[in-house]
């Protein structure tokens, strides 16, 4: 075997190799994409504080729990029980019971 086979066998030979190397390793080598990624931001739930009752009157505060695997500076836009919508960088929002509905209604949106 010359010098040029002996070249042509050891590349078939470090191809093969990585081939099975990725396969078992799962490494990507070609680029593409079997399982999209996971969302980088993730509401993990909510706190409410007092978490048992309100009155007319009083404050309740609402925490958001999140987790973000590509940002620590998130913005928060929420909105709750008809008020006008407060964008803050906080994940957490004080406001006041203003009426007796019994049911506090909101949402929050993570922004970009």
């Known amino acids: 075997m010359d010098k040029k086979e002996r070249s042509k066998l050891f590349t078939?030979?470090?191809?093969?190799?990585?081939?099975?190397l990725s396969c078992d390793l799962g490494l990507n080598i070609g680029g593409g994409k079997d399982d999209?990624?996971?969302p980088a931001t993730e509401i993990l739930g909510f706190?409410?504080?007092?978490?048992?009752?309100v009155a007319v009157g009083?404050?309740?505060?609402?925490?958001?729990?999140?987790?973000d695997s590509l940002d620590t500076n998130l913005r928060f836009n929420w909105s709750i029980d008809n008020q006008a919508d407060k964008i803050t960088d906080l994940n957490f929002i004080k406001f006041l019971i203003q009426e007796?509905?019994?049911?506090v209604q909101g949402r929050v949106n993570i922004l970009p």
């Not at 470090?14 to 081939?19: E, P, R, S, W």
């Not at 706190?47 to 009752?53: G, K, L, R």
């Open 36 to 38: 999209p990624d996971p």
């Open 58 to 67: 009083d404050s309740l505060i609402i925490k958001v729990i999140v987790r």
């Open 100 to 103: 007796d509905s019994g049911v």
């Open 12 to 20: 078939a030979l470090v191809i093969i190799l990585a081939t099975l």
């Open 47 to 53: 706190e409410f504080f007092p978490n048992d009752t």
